[in-house]
């Protein structure tokens, strides 16, 4: 039981490149979540998906997209990375997006963008 | 606009003692709070909560004190351990705002 997991682990992007950060939980989760941590500040949400085939924004959607693949798998996708994207992503899951549900967090994507 | 504070950023606490981390809210629709706990290179993990509707919940070393009136929590680890070490985060959850986040207190243990 990997509970959930991310790739990659480092990205160094160049401004103008895409790319797209992988996550999957194993935890049978109906709800899942990117957050990004920037030094000083909490985590902040970026988007998140209720349940299998419905997304939403967070409160720094800007410059990203997001595809709920089936209900393990949430990816985060970069299509023109900027400086201001340097960050460490987070993604997350719970059993629901109810107010009394703890989220699980994988390991984190430290992405770098020059 | 900070909906979550954490005015500490570090805390320093000798082996043995108590540790106390505050926070601050300010959307009275925040009904449940929880507390993570994150070491360098990993991923926040849950360490306790507490719905609104209580004004203490304790697991172990950890307990959680909320003053609605006053919209501030407290987590309290007692005895404080080296393994104790990291950052934690205070969090705040509504229906309609999700999960906010605080700025992260790095407590360390002083052995």
């Known amino acids: 039981n990997a509970g959930v997991t991310q790739t990659p682990k480092f990205q160094v992007l160049k401004t103008g490149q895409s790319m797209t950060l992988q996550c999957a939980q194993d935890?049978?989760?109906?709800?899942m979540y990117w957050y990004r941590q920037d030094p000083g500040m909490g985590l902040r949400l970026i988007y998140y998906?209720?349940?299998?085939?419905?997304?939403d924004k967070g409160e720094v959607p800007n410059g990203y997209n997001v595809s709920r693949l089936n209900k393990r798998e949430f990816s985060l996708r970069l299509e023109s990375a900027a400086p201001s994207q340097t960050s460490v992503y987070f993604c997350?899951?719970?059993?629901?997006?109810?107010?009394?549900?703890?989220?699980?967090f994988g390991p984190g994507t430290r992405l770098t963008v020059t | 606009d900070q909906q979550v504070k954490q005015n500490s950023p570090s805390l320093s606490v000798q082996e043995g003692r108590i540790s106390i981390l505050n926070c601050d809210y300010t959307?009275?629709?925040?009904?449940?709070f929880l507390w993570y706990k994150k070491y360098p290179a990993e991923g926040p993990t849950f360490l306790i909560s507490?719905?609104?509707?209580?004004d203490k919940n304790e697991d172990g070393r950890f307990t959680v004190f909320l003053n609605k009136s006053a919209k501030h929590l407290s987590l309290h680890i007692v005895p404080s351990q080296p393994g104790d070490s990291a950052v934690y985060f205070c969090?705040?959850?509504?229906?309609?705002?999700?999960?906010?986040f605080g700025t992260g207190t790095r407590l360390t243990i002083i052995p």
């Open positions: 507490i719905s609104s509707i209580k």
């Open positions: 998906s209720a349940s299998e085939g419905t997304t």
């Open positions: 935890m049978n989760h109906n709800s």
């Open positions: 959307n009275s629709m925040f009904d449940y």
């Open positions: 969090a705040a959850s509504s229906t309609t705002e999700g999960l906010t």
């Open positions: 997350a899951s719970s059993e629901s997006k109810g107010t009394d549900y703890e989220q699980y």
